[in-house]
């Protein structure tokens, strides 16, 4: 590895240098926390973490595969390129989560779309320092530290980066800021190998097997009552990638690709309505077995990174992580409000014995 | 790939999302991890938001009636066209026969200068939108009772609630946000009651469900009054200090026994007095509703019945409290509050009050007339009969959205000039002399307010298709053909002109909002130093007291009979937005629900032998329409109920035009049906 220290103050000639050469993605700063997107000199946050994950950059919510020209009756086609492109500051478990979706479209016959994108991709990794509440990488092996290939990894380590180039074309990146960059020092190595440790043990033990745990004790009726069907979980998760394409445009148009979501009842529903997964619960309980038990069988690896996004995305009062519905639905608290009712009725000189609350799970209407 | 902050544009939540953007075309959506409410989370709806921008239905071209074909035109022959027909009706009938339909779609800039251009270039009040199909009864009957018909709390106080009371709203659905708050203080350990003749999703969360048969709130709402006031728990404290009208009103909610509630509504006593104590002892206590409050011929008196209730149990003006109208359209709020409606200007400033006209006379230099004008329905009516003759529609459809479709299309049919200005075509646009293409939210720059009052931003992310513009250009444009000189160079112009018309939006400006981020400002915002307003109501009622008042039930307009025999009910669902031309187009929410269906009770179906899927046909005095069957026993027997989203098999088809006589909202959730079955 070739190994550099680059000042803060650096960076931004740095990145300055290589984005006179090709796009750079970098985490700007907005508010709330950091947004991936191209940048152009602005601001950028690199201690917070994104929501939407920079995954998006290799399987966009929407890109067009090719286009189709009809001309005398015959189609001819033409495929969109990807240019070379930087994607800068990633998180280690991203890194994971690119890995893992390298075996899923790397399984033969292999997604050309997505390769063309990931391969014209240059990977800056950043080595996590301080985890975020949400963040259990460290307990699913996807972090805090660089665990798969990428181009060039960067450690904060307070006045500057330590810098290490994997593959050539993290020489080539760390060339780009030639008379930008330091000597590495033993204690810069010590001091990075330090703050990994501190960032590992600062993170929840929420283990894969805790995690199947939760799925064989949540109550899935309940969860499926909570969950909005936004489909936002799918949508900022590093590793979901399913899609559909469309064709869009007569006679000449374009194929799209689209990102989908196993949330929605249309993703599993058949031609006739019948559908194998008819109710939230059970496309909520689908989401997390195909992250615990399917993709790993398919891949090796799990299809979890331990990010924590879905959990900060949802808009229901779910714990994403532990599976439990935070909604009083226990009998002890029916029976107090029961009991409240009653002494109520009681004092009012009401005959009228108190009703049990809302029907519990059991004739529940059909929802699509 | 460049990410551009704007503001949802579907419902009333107000979320704040990045649409992405790549090569100039929209590619995904994001949430908004900094907005103060949405705080990273969107419905799929939002998620989606970007997707129907670049449909190739898209119009990009003015397009100019003759006969039966609509011929491209360019702008200058289509604003020509279109100045010179209102001009001559205006010189032939004067300008009574004129009226403009804004939209609730479009931006708050939008809105003030076709409510402008209506009162100063073609004189007349005849301005609506369709607020006049939804919250017409909020504005009435809160600005009676309240002195401001918006949502007095935000929509994150419902968070900090011990008891949420939810009455005529499908919240998870309609406002997924707004039941994110509610789910959460659910959590938290509050009580959750929710009125609905359907199981909703929310109903299947709550410690409580009352199946309120249709129509019937005035009599439980007032029996729940009685019942909070026989258990103690009246804050008489409040009333006296803050409020006028509760005496009578206490007395003619005594009047309401158990049986007739029962006999009307199809409510216990045994729950309606648990939600009297869950309601009244809870030191928080909010109200939210929506249509099914308000779409009633006594909109407004149910409306009054909920402001009733949440000021004799002093549940205004704190954290967790208040009462929460939930707009339907991301700015139907804006559309409101920028006056276009018949009886103000923006602010809701009177048109008839003198020293509002000479303030508005002062600062548009011209003189503006004085009558109110006529609400929506009322213009057609007017079309109808032959006295309105020339109509503008911006961004609506109602020849799908308003009640008695066959009526309204016939009344838009006499019309003599009728242009209509939109994204995509339209049933309404179907109909149009000339139609015009709008910029959609992703095109263009201007302000949205939100159901809570927080007016932000909604920001230019790729430009409009074709020719397609921004409404606020072509209204100028238009205006100028009229004799006006207006002279605006951006939104943030007209912004400054409202800013300075309307004190609620006083410290409201472009260069401020920018520098907020994602929060937006939530108004009353009377200054630049006036940090917006949260709460409405903290220090007591700008009117001085609120006004309780007796409401009486008044049987639904039309009844079920032996020749129609069911009660049809109208609603949403929340994968399509209204009249849908947004969602159908948008392929992951047009694969949800593709096709219309009615909801019918499986005993009902089953006593009709009719199975799941099946075409049937449900059918009104009106017309009737083909929808597959969806067996629901969330729905009562003797219940249907269609969704308004779809043109092959329009609810408004069935619908009716009784009004309430104090809002003119028509009655939409009732109508007498029978249900068929289609043999084929």
Redesign the interface.
């Known amino acids: 590895m070739i190994k550099a220290f680059l000042l803060k103050a650096n960076l931004p000639a740095l990145l300055e240098a290589v984005s006179r050469q090709m796009e750079v ?1 970098a985490p ?1 700063a ?4 950091p ?1 991936y ?2 940048w152009q000199g602005e601001a950028l946050d690199l201690e917070g973490r994104s ?2 994950p920079p995954t ?2 290799l399987l ?4 067009v595969l090719f286009h189709y020209v009809q001309e005398s009756g015959r189609y001819s086609f033409k495929e969109e390129e990807a240019p070379p492109r930087l994607l800068f500051f990633i998180r280690p478990c991203d890194l994971h989560a690119i890995a893992v979706l390298d075996r899923v479209f790397g399984r033969p016959p292999s997604d050309q779309a997505y390769f063309r994108r990931r391969r014209a991709t240059a990977l800056v990794v950043a080595n996590c320092t301080v985890p975020g509440e949400e963040c259990f990488c460290a307990s699913l092996g996807s972090g805090p530290e660089v665990k798969d290939a990428c181009d060039l990894q960067i450690t904060d380590l307070g006045d500057g980066y330590l810098c290490e180039a994997e593959t050539a074309a993290g020489v080539l990146i760390l060339n780009a800021g030639s008379g930008l960059l330091g000597p590495v020092l033993p204690s810069h190595l010590q001091e990075k190998r330090r703050l990994i440790e501190q960032a590992g043990q600062a993170m929840p033990k929420m283990t894969a097997d805790r995690i199947r745990e939760s799925m064989k004790k949540a109550d899935w009726e309940a969860l499926g ?2 969950c ?5 979980c799918t ?2 998760c590093p590793v979901c990638h399913c899609f ?1 394409t ?1 064709d ?2 007569i006679p000449d ?1 374009e194929r799209q690709r ?4 196993c949330i ?3 993703f599993s529903r058949l031609t006739g ?1 019948a559908n194998p997964r008819r109710t939230p619960a059970q496309r909520l309980q689908h989401w997390y077995q195909d992250k615990f038990e399917d993709i790993p069988q398919v891949t090796g690896l799990l299809g979890c990174v331990g990010c924590g996004r879905c959990h ?6 779910m714990d994403r992580t532990e599976l439990k519905v ?3 639905l226990n009998q002890d608290h029916q029976n107090h ?1 029961n009991q ?2 009653e002494n ?2 009681n ?2 000189q ?1 005959l ?4 049990p ?3 519990l799970p059991g ?6 | 790939m460049k990410k551009v902050h704007t503001t949802c544009v579907y419902c009333g939540c107000g979320c704040g999302l990045f649409l992405h953007v790549e090569g100039g075309r929209i590619v995904g959506a994001s949430p908004s991890p900094g907005h103060p409410m949405s705080r990273g989370s969107l419905c799929i709806k939002g998620w989606l938001a970007g997707d129907f921008a670049g449909h190739p239905d898209r119009l990009s071209q003015p397009l100019v009636r003759q006969g039966e074909r609509m011929v491209p035109a360019a702008w200058d022959a289509a604003l020509d066209l279109t100045a010179e027909r209102l001009l001559l009706i205006r010189e032939q009938f004067g300008p009574q026969a004129l009226g403009v339909l804004t939209s609730a779609k479009g931006t708050n800039e939008e809105n003030y200068l076709l409510m402008k251009l209506a009162r100063a270039a073609l004189c007349t009040n005849n301005v609506d939108h369709v607020a006049r199909l939804c919250h017409a009864p909020t504005v009435a009957g809160l600005g009676y009772a309240l002195g401001s018909g918006a949502m007095t709390g935000s929509i994150s106080s419902l968070g900090q609630s011990d008891a949420i009371l939810v009455v005529g709203s499908n919240t998870t659905e309609q406002h997924p946000l707004v039941a994110t708050y509610i789910l959460r203080a659910r959590a938290k350990g509050a009580g959750l009651i929710v009125v609905d003749p359907r199981k909703t999703p929310l109903a299947e969360t709550a410690d409580l469900w009352l199946a309120a048969r249709p129509g019937s709130d005035v009599v439980w709402i007032n029996c729940l009054l009685n019942l909070i006031a026989g258990q103690g728990l009246i804050d008489w404290q409040f009333l006296e200090a803050h409020t006028e009208g509760y005496e009578e009103t206490l007395q003619a909610a005594r009047t309401i026994s158990a049986e007739k509630v029962e006999e009307i509504c199809g409510i216990t006593a045994a729950d309606l007095a648990q939600a009297a104590s869950i309601f009244g002892e809870a030191e928080r206590g909010a109200i939210v509703y929506a249509m099914g409050v308000t779409q009633h011929a006594q909109g407004t008196d149910i409306v009054q019945a909920l402001a009733n209730l949440a000021l004799a149990t002093g549940n205004m003006g704190r954290e967790g409290t208040g009462i929460y109208p939930l707009r339907g359209h991301q700015n139907v709020q804006g559309a409101c509050d920028m006056g276009a409606l018949p009886t103000v200007f923006s602010g809701y400033q009177p048109v008839s009050s003198s020293p509002a006209r000479s303030k508005f006379e002062g600062a548009w230099g011209t003189v503006l007339p004085e009558q109110p004008g006529l609400t929506a329905l009322e213009m057609l009516w007017a079309a109808e009969e032959g006295s309105l003759k020339g109509l503008i529609i911006v961004g609506e459809n109602p020849a799908l959205s308003y009640p008695d479709s066959s009526r309204v299309v016939k009344a838009l049919k006499r019309l003599q000039f009728l242009a209509v200005c939109d994204i995509f075509p339209t049933e309404t646009a179907a109909l149009a002399d000339v139609l015009l293409p709008a910029a959609c939210f992703a095109e263009k720059e201007g302000t949205f307010t939100s159901t809570e009052r927080r007016v932000q931003r909604v920001r230019k992310a790729v430009e409009p298709p074709g020719e397609a513009r921004a409404e606020w250009q072509w209204i100028a444009d238009l205006a100028g053909r009229l004799g006006m000189r207006w002279g605006y160079s951006s939104p943030a112009d007209v912004m400054a002109e409202i800013a300075s018309l309307t004190p609620s939006y006083g410290g409201i400006g472009y260069q401020r909002l920018e520098s907020l981020g994602p929060a937006g400002l939530q108004w009353p915002c009377p200054s630049g130093e006036h940090q917006g307003t949260p709460i409405l109501h903290v220090q007591g009622f700008a009117q001085g007291r609120a006004r309780l008042r007796p409401v009486y039930y008044l049987p639904p307009p039309e009844s079920s009979d032996a020749e129609y025999p069911m009660t049809l009910n109208t609603g949403r669902s929340l994968y399509h937005f209204h009249t849908a031309t947004m969602t159908r187009r948008t392929a992951l929410l047009d694969r949800e629900i593709p096709l219309p269906f009615v909801q019918v009770n499986p005993e009902d179906a089953k006593q009709m032998g009719i199975r799941e899927g099946m075409r049937v046909r449900v059918e009104t005095r009106r017309g009737s329409v083909v929808a597959e069957a969806r067996l629901s026993p969330g729905l009562a027997r003797g219940q249907l109920f269609l969704p308004i989203h779809f043109s092959e098999a329009p609810a408004n088809a069935l619908t009716a035009q009784h009004l309430d006589p104090l809002s003119k909202i028509a009655e939409m959730k009732i109508s007498a049906a029978r249900l068929t079955k289609v043999i084929s």
């Open positions: 993605i700007l907005m508010p709330g926390g947004v997107a191209t929501l939407s998006e950059f966009p919510h929407k890109e009552r909570q909005l069907s936004c489909g936002g949508f900022v559909s469309l869009l445009g148009g689209c990102r989908d979501t929605l009842s249309g309505g900060l995305t949802c808009p229901s009062a935070a909604l009083r409000q409240k009712h109520q009725n004092k009012n009401n009228w014995l108190s009703s609350a809302a029907d004739g529940r209407e059909a929802r699509t």
